[in-house]
């Protein structure tokens, strides 16, 4: 039994939430195969809603939030993993309602463990985490469903935050060129920087006029955001392009027709990157760690201590943060 500080989400009785860093054993983790020393963890939207009390993400309290983790194996019930073994892990269960990489350990199933890729150190890994995942995965099911370079440009919504940057860099290391469309114009150096051919305010992708079916404006894209935006993505996108949906910052609703389908022959493709199985999970790993490895991670990262974790939760929430945020323990 060893004992570790942890960020902990507190539910009082009068309904409201309560963010604390506090001492906790390896006693009281949940079961599992494989515990692990925590090194690093990534800040996601999601983290942000856990951490607000949000339970359509966590339901029962308290709470460590956290869907990403990096560290070393501290002990091993399982025959693929030993003690000392570099590891990551994201999504499944973690964070969500299985104590998170906010706290020191984790103890988790061996089922959700992935060894870390020979090209990453565990700082790196966090870097590109769930959005970096996310963003991986989105691409492989564009690509499946028939995108490639030859097409034409995508464009990629929400382009600053962490699957946005993420996005910025991957599509642009396969071959793409990238419409990165922000409302932070004091970004555009930024997204140019991780591959960006060209940036576009928040207007380029939001047509008021609402109209079904539009001049074709990009051949595919991811989108963030939600609401008009994405419904404007489908509108613009040309022939057989395909459209990533992984995000609602802006709106969870869809006011769309069917004509950019028939007419077009658009693909809408989900993006849920949790629940992905490990065959596709290592296959994407390793493209993250070799042909799609993002470039400048340094500049999309910000180093931050699990002290300063409720300055930028709050930032997260109001959308002031600039591509991934990496929690460092001890």
Not at 156 to 171: E, H, K, P
Not at 191 to 218: H, I, M, Q, Y
Not at 305 to 324: A, H, N, P, W
């Amino acid at each position: 039994m060893t004992n570790f500080k942890a960020y902990r989400i507190f539910e009082t009785e009068e309904g409201r939430f309560e963010r604390k860093i506090v001492e906790r054993k390896t006693s009281e983790l949940p079961e599992g195969e494989i515990l692990i020393k925590v090194a690093y963890a990534g800040l996601n939207f999601k983290d942000a809603l856990s951490s607000s009390g949000h339970k359509g993400i966590t339901k029962q309290f308290p709470h460590t939030p956290g869907v990403d983790a990096s560290g070393v194996v501290a002990e091993s019930n399982s025959a693929k993993f030993k003690a000392g073994d570099e590891v990551l892990v994201t999504g499944y269960d973690l964070g969500m309602n299985t104590d998170g990489g906010f706290g020191e350990y984790i103890r988790v199933p061996e089922g959700w463990v992935v060894p870390l890729p020979a090209t990453f150190d565990l700082r790196s890994a966090m870097i590109l985490g769930t959005a970096g995942f996310t963003a991986a995965l989105a691409l492989y099911k564009m690509e499946m469903a028939g995108q490639s370079p030859e097409m034409g440009e995508l464009v990629v919504t929400g382009a600053t935050g962490g699957v946005g940057s993420m996005a910025v860099s991957i599509f642009s290391k396969a071959g793409y060129d990238v419409i990165a469309s922000s409302g932070k114009t004091e970004a555009y150096d930024y997204l140019k920087k991780l591959g960006a051919t060209r940036c576009e305010g928040r207007e380029f992708c939001n047509d008021e006029k609402k109209r079904p079916v539009t001049s074709t404006k990009w051949a595919g894209g991811l989108d963030t955001v939600g609401g008009n935006t994405l419904t404007t993505l489908m509108a613009g996108c040309g022939k057989n392009g395909s459209i990533g949906v992984c995000g609602l910052v802006g709106s969870p609703k869809l006011e769309a027709t069917v004509y950019p389908f028939l007419l077009n022959g658009v693909n809408l493709i989900g993006v849920e990157s949790a629940e992905t199985k490990m065959e596709t999970r290592l296959e994407l790993w390793n493209k993250l760690s070799s042909i799609w490895k993002p470039e400048n991670l340094e500049d999309i990262t910000t180093d931050i201590s699990l002290q300063e974790l409720d300055t930028y939760i709050l930032k997260i929430l109001d959308g002031k943060t600039k591509g991934r945020v990496v929690v460092k323990h001890g």
